[in-house]
């Protein structure tokens, strides 16, 4: 059985993580969704335990998909798991030194780990978590980049249209 690692941390899911999600779950026979716990990011919305429980929602329709949380290396993770496919998206040319980097410290930890880029369909390319953030925190529609449970969420936790 073929199974990928996709990861991030979700804050929030996006429509455009859901995009990737569809298609990598369409290539591998099993994709395990891993939300980080912590983030590089100064701030973060939702909890981990949030943040895990949306993507369990959205992703609920993909039965060769799983849900999972992490602390730490994603490589070490990936070990844990017996995996050896990590898959990430790019989605401009912005994020491609971040990922080339990440991609090529990666296989220097872990050299059985390969990592597999694919690119978002073009109406989600722009879409990314804080900017979702911020356009709800400014009482935004963010129906057009989110899931219908995750628009939810951001007006429960942001309160507001969004």
């Known amino acids: 059985m073929r199974t990928a690692i996709y990861a991030g941390t979700f804050d929030p899911i996006t429509l455009g993580h859901l995009d990737l999600i569809?298609?990598?779950?369409?290539?591998?026979?099993?994709?395990?969704v891993a939300v980080a716990e912590t983030s590089r990011k100064p701030a973060v919305l939702f909890t981990p335990d949030e943040r895990a429980a949306l993507v369990r929602e959205v992703v609920k329709?993909?039965?060769?998909?799983?849900?999972?949380?992490?602390?730490?290396?994603?490589?070490?993770y990936a070990r844990s798991k017996g995996v050896h496919i990590v898959v990430r998206g790019l989605r401009a040319?912005?994020?491609?030194?971040?990922?080339?980097?990440?991609?090529?410290?990666?296989?220097?930890?872990?050299?059985?780990?390969?990592?597999?880029?694919?690119?978002?369909?073009?109406?989600?390319?722009?879409?990314?978590?804080?900017?979702?953030?911020?356009?709800?925190?400014?009482?935004g529609d963010t129906s057009s980049f989110v899931a219908p449970a995750v628009e939810k969420a951001l007006r429960a936790k942001i309160g507001g249209k969004t």
């Open 22 to 32: 569809e298609r990598a779950a369409r290539i591998f026979d099993k994709l395990i």
């Open 61 to 76: 329709k993909f039965p060769n998909v799983e849900v999972d949380s992490f602390d730490g290396l994603l490589v070490e």
């Open 93 to 139: 040319f912005s994020d491609f030194e971040f990922e080339f980097q990440m991609a090529l410290t990666n296989r220097k930890l872990a050299p059985d780990i390969e990592t597999i880029f694919l690119m978002p369909n073009e109406d989600y390319s722009y879409v990314s978590s804080s900017t979702v953030r911020e356009v709800a925190q400014f009482g």
